[in-house]
């Protein structure tokens, strides 16, 4: 499978084998930033210029598992996000955000909790770009 996400603010999933579109569903308003599969791929985790962080269930289509707020997003109207990039880490336990509050860099979230656990500092500007090993 393949997940893509689009400036129509729609998720879709694919069959790579016959690049068909399996499934898909309204996301975010605006465009998706960044998509990806958790690593048991029964979630997948969107990033949108929304200001939203949300974790939606493979098994039943829309559906919702998680959603975060990112800090800030009031003002995403104003200043909307371009790009947001998600990783997480090798248990699935944290996620890591980048491009979404240009005042404070990368954001650490626990994720079985809405509320970010650390800001990681240290550029003049937001991070543009996470990964993990």
Wanted: aromatic share 6%; proline share 4%.
């Amino acid at each position: 499978m393949l997940v893509a996400g689009g400036a129509d603010g729609m998720i879709r999933v694919f069959d790579v084998a016959t690049a068909s579109p399996i499934m898909g569903w309204p996301a975010h308003d605006g465009q998706v930033s960044c998509v990806r599969f958790s690593l048991d791929e029964t979630t997948i985790t969107s990033c949108g210029v929304d200001g939203r962080i949300v974790e939606w269930s493979v098994h039943r289509i829309g559906k919702i598992v998680r959603s975060y707020t990112v800090p800030g997003a009031t003002t995403m109207a104003r200043r909307p996000v371009t790009r947001c990039e998600l990783a997480a880490d090798g248990d699935g336990d944290y996620l890591v955000t980048s491009g979404s509050d240009t005042r404070r860099g990368a954001l650490i979230y626990r994720t079985s909790c809405s509320d970010p656990v650390q800001v990681l500092g240290g550029h003049a500007k937001s991070a543009t770009m996470v990964r993990t090993v």
